[in-house]
Each structure stands twice: as structure tokens, then as C-alpha cells.
């Protein structure tokens, strides 16, 4: 969250202090199963700042989605920003969102 403030930082630090959160991370198989998944619109926001979720990984993410499930690809738009950094981008990414309601 490089383009933040640092009170900015700390707000949003703050939000994820949630103690019925799991800090584990699941190894379970989350890949979709296209019989059952990818039949309504997608939509796929590429923050092309993030450093956790990289651009590269990003493109890797919707490569295999869209192969799964090539009769619906994802809309696909893109918001400069990092992983944590979208907090800041609220507007931007409810603009986009609300386009699909």
C-alpha cells in the first residue's frame, strides 16, 4: 500500500484485525468445476500495482478461468492500484462494479 498515507495504512491495517478470521491458509483444491461454475457474467478487476497477486499471476488466474469456461470470458478492467491499495479506490472499483447490476 505503497500510495497511501501512513494513517491511511494504519485505517486500513485496522479493518483486518477480525479474531473470528482464520490467519491459516486452505491448501483445498478451489479450482471451478465447469459444469457448475462460470455460467453467469464475470467480471475480473487487474490491480496493476499488486505485488502480492502480480500482473503475471493475474493473467495466469483469467488464462485458466476463461480456459475452463471459454464460453464466458471475463469483463476485464483495470484499476492502479496495489493489493490493499484498492481501499483507496472505493469509487473506481464501485463504478465498475455497478455497471453489472
Given amino acids: 500500500m ?7 495504512l494504519l485505517t486500513a491495517l485496522n479493518y483486518f484485525q477480525q479474531p ?5 491458509v486452505s491448501f483445498e483444491d478451489a479450482r ?5 461454475w462460470g455460467t453467469i457474467p464475470r ?4 490491480l496493476d500495482q499488486d505485488h502480492l ?10 488464462t485458466q478461468a476463461e480456459q475452463l469456461t471459454p464460453h464466458n470470458p471475463f469483463h476485464i478492467h483495470h484499476i ?3 493489493h490493499l491499495g484498492i ?6 472499483l464501485a463504478d465498475i462494479l455497478s455497471t453489472y447490476t
Fill in 53 to 62: 497477486r502480480t500482473p503475471p499471476l493475474q493473467t495466469r488466474m483469467i
Fill in 80 to 82: 492502479n492500484a496495489s
Fill in 32 to 36: 471451478g468445476n465447469p459444469a457448475t
Fill in 2 to 8: 505503497a500510495e497511501a498515507t501512513d494513517h491511511e
Fill in 20 to 24: 473470528d478470521e482464520s490467519a491459516s
Fill in 87 to 92: 481501499t483507496l479506490k472505493y469509487p473506481q
Fill in 43 to 46: 467480471t475480473y478487476v487487474r
